[in-house]
C-alpha cells in the first residue's frame, strides 16, 4: 500500500503547477505520440482500460521519437499512440519549440484499441481516452468564478443601457392640473385649490382680453 502521507509535501507544489497547466490552450493535434525505448507490448493488451497517472511528455511528429535521442530506429521499443483532447501544447514555453511537445495531464482514463508489432522490434499501441466511471482530477480552481468576471459584450451591455432608458421614460408620469374654485372679493381673488385658500391681490394680475 502506498502511503498517501508522504504527498503532503508536495500538495502546494502541485496545486501552482496544475493552475498553470489547466490555464494552457488545448493543443489543436487529436493524436498524440510517447515513445519509451523497450517492450510494453505485454503490459498493454487489447481491450484494457487504466488510468494514466503521469504527467507526460509527448509530441505531434513520429519522427522526433526516431531520433537517437528518444527510442531510434531499431531495438526493442514502444510506441503509444493517444488520442485525446486534454492534451497542451507547450511549443511556446519548451527548449525545444521544434519538437512540438505536449503535454499530457495525469488522471485521464485510457482504452486499448489495438497493439501491432512489427520485425525490427517497434511496438505500437494505439490508445483512445473515455470517460472514467467517476472523475480522477478536479480542477484546481473553479472555473464558474473565471466565467463570471468576463467583461459582458456589446450587444448585451447596448441591450440593457436601451431598457434603463426605456424604463426611466416610463416612469415618468404626467400630474394633471389640480382643480380649484375662483372668486373676486374686495379687490382680491381668492383660489381654492386642495381645499386651501390661496390669496392674490387683483394688482399684481396681468389679464388680457
Known sequence: MANRRKLLPWFKYLKLFLTAFFKLPPT???TVWRGIPEDLSTLYP???EFTWWGISSCTSSISVLESLQYVGTS??????????????????????PEENEILLPLGIYLKVIDTSSSVNGLH???????????????????LSQWQQGLPESKSSSHTSSSQKKEEKYSTVSVTPKPSGQVSSTKGKLICIVKDEKVSIKKQHLLMKY
Not at 75 to 96: D, P, Q, V, W
Open 28 to 30: 489543436e493535434y487529436q
Open 46 to 48: 487489447t481491450g484494457k
Open 75 to 96: 531495438g526493442a521499443r514502444t510506441m503509444f499512440s493517444i488520442e485525446t483532447n486534454n492534451g497542451k501544447l507547450i511549443r511556446s514555453h519548451s527548449y525545444f
Open 124 to 142: 505500437v499501441i494505439h490508445l483512445c481516452e473515455i470517460l472514467p466511471s467517476y472523475k480522477m482530477l478536479a480542477h484546481p480552481f473553479d
